[in-house]
């Protein structure tokens, strides 16, 4: 069986398991393959012209890589854009920036709006970065446009080409569990990301990012949702040995990451259990369940989340 997926980002497997765990793992109708594009290969920003354009491409690469420096009043995680969008949005299978560019604008169900290219990136501030976003037109968004864009040149718009967003992956024979989640954590994540998910700063850089906790995504990115982490971290951890993991270890341990407390979804209106009715009423997000005696989502205990556009 396959289901389709979408930085890690609200997980609701847990709550599920029993007598409708089997439906929920149901895989979606499958996809039409996405067409190849022969000999394309995106181009570096360091091959971008001299000049105004040159500059806003190169300026959009340093975004992707070293976002907090270039934007520190939009960002309010220890993470990078890098870190979900690999080899600064260029790799295939970790949502490279050149494929998505020619399918905007674009419906998005999550707002229910046609959106451009510039107001999905925005969203990736205000949620994946947990942060005020930058305006429309603003000089990042429109150096992050244009280094994107830069990349897809030799791609038809409209299409979607292999390599897009991340790849399928297998349903679990089991339902994702937190100790086995744990167990594979420990083992292969760790090292990296810390024992308590906090990531790693060496020389004052955060060398690698925190999972979990205030400096994470929060609950509205899609990382915070199983499928999509599941997806992301089969295709693409542990780095350097991409795909050892089987799909039932990424499942456990997107299950076991997306069950940990983070900042609070930025469309929180009067409680946990209204805003996982309203925005995360799926099974594959854990927001406004019940985990180790703590509902995820509660006031108390969220960090407070990004600000939202008006």
Known sequence: MRVTMALLGGLGLGAMIGAGAMLALRPAPAAPPRPEVAGFVAPLATTAPAGAEGDA???????????????????????????????????????????????????????????????????????????????????????????????????????????????????????????????????????????????????????????WGARSYNWGAGMATIDKAAAFIHANMPQGNEGSLTPQAAWDVAHYIDGKLRPQDPRFRTSAEATRARHHDQPFSRYGTMVGGERLGDLVSTPPAGRATG
């Open 57 to 211: 491409i190169r300026l959009g690469a340093r975004l992707i890589t070293d976002t907090a420096r270039e934007a520190p009043d939009h960002v309010g995680t220890g993470l990078a854009c890098r870190n979900c969008h690999l080899d600064a949005g260029a790799k295939a299978g970790a949502a490279p920036l050149w494929a998505a560019f020619v399918n905007f604008p674009a419906f998005r169900k999550k707002n229910g709006e046609i959106n451009s290219f510039q107001k999905r990136v925005q969203d990736c501030f205000l949620y994946s970065m947990n942060g005020d976003p930058p305006a429309l037109g603003s000089r990042e968004l429109l150096a992050i446009e244009s280094y994107a864009a830069f990349m897809a040149r030799g791609l038809p718009s409209g299409m979607s080409p292999a390599g897009r967003g991340f790849p399928r992956l297998d349903a679990p024979a089991l339902p994702p569990d937190d100790a086995r989640g744990e167990a594979v954590y420990a083992a292969q994540c760790s090292a990296c990301h810390g024992a308590e998910g906090a990531g790693q700063i060496v020389d004052g850089v955060q060398a690698f990012p925190p999972l």
